[in-house]
């Protein structure tokens, strides 16, 4: 009994507390997988219920009740008369902005608001541009767009610009050129309204579906 209570008395040896804190570390390590692992399965949940349902949703309201798409260049946006007159300092995200600021038109019966996208910080600005004035219907003239859980602003290609480039500025400051997807024979998805696309936690456009993380509103057809 007494040579028990000399050990305990003793305490632990160096191989005793190295092998202790080994085990935390790979617990902590396992931990760590498996919170981005959540993380990045609700990243992908929040932005596919963007592009799949929540936009197209807000898009097909648009349509009903302004009779056309909703703009995605300031060409067609300073068609409107609401909005003649408004420009903004440079191309880039164009598609995006021109996008929120119809879908926050004042005539709408339901303007999209902060609260109305799944994503938890749902607007950006990752190109720091604004508008030469406030645009009606919206609250600053920051030119803000609708951006993903990753921070990249979502793609919004109408029928009319299917085969142009468009230009968009990701997260990480790197702008990128994104096309409309076409099917294997050569058609568009979605070839008489509109894609949208998400480019994913890389930011980059992927050709194969099967290899990327591109999130968008159709489903890819094998080749």
Same mark, same amino acid.
């Given at each position: 009994?007494? %040579? ?5 008395? %003793?305490?632990?040896?160096? *191989? ?6 080994? *085990?935390?570390?790979?617990? /902590? ?31 097909? %309201?648009?349509?009903?009740?302004? #009779?056309?798409?909703? &703009? /995605?260049? /300031? ?17 880039? $995200? ?7 600021? =119809? ?11 902060? @609260?109305?996208? &799944? ?12 508008? $030469? ?9 920051? =030119?803000?767009? *609708?951006?993903?859980?990753?921070? $990249? ?13 468009? #230009?968009?500025?990701?997260?990480? @400051? ?10 294997? $024979? ?10 949208? *696309? ?10 194969? &579906? ?11 057809? #094998?080749?």
């Amino acid at each position: 009994m007494r %040579r028990g209570m000399q050990r305990l008395q %003793r305490g632990f040896t160096l *191989i005793e507390v190295l092998v202790v804190v080994s *085990i935390l570390a790979v617990l /902590m390590g396992l931990i760590s997988i498996l919170v981005l692992k959540s993380r990045g399965e609700k990243d992908k949940m929040l932005t596919t219920q963007l592009v799949q349902s929540y936009l197209p949703n807000t898009i097909e %309201r648009y349509k009903q009740e302004i #009779k056309k798409l909703p &703009p /995605m260049t /300031m060409g067609e946006l300073s068609a409107n008369k609401r909005w003649e007159g408004l420009t903004i300092g440079n191309g880039t $995200n164009e598609c995006n902005e021109c996008l929120l600021v =119809a879908l926050r038109h004042p005539d709408l019966s339901a303007r999209l608001g902060e @609260g109305d996208l &799944p994503t938890e910080n749902p607007f950006g600005n990752t190109d720091d541009d604004i508008w $030469n004035m406030v645009p009606d219907g919206s609250d600053a003239v920051e =030119a803000r767009e *609708i951006i993903d859980s990753w921070g $990249n602003p979502v793609v919004y290609i109408s029928k009319n610009f299917y085969g142009q480039p468009v #230009k968009i500025m990701t997260a990480s @400051g790197e702008e990128v050129d994104v096309m409309a997807v076409q099917k294997p $024979n050569g058609t568009y998805y979605n070839q008489d309204t509109y894609q949208i *696309i998400s480019l994913g936690p890389n930011g980059v456009q992927d050709e194969d &579906p099967d290899l990327g993380d591109d999130i968008e509103n159709f489903k890819r057809v #094998k080749e």
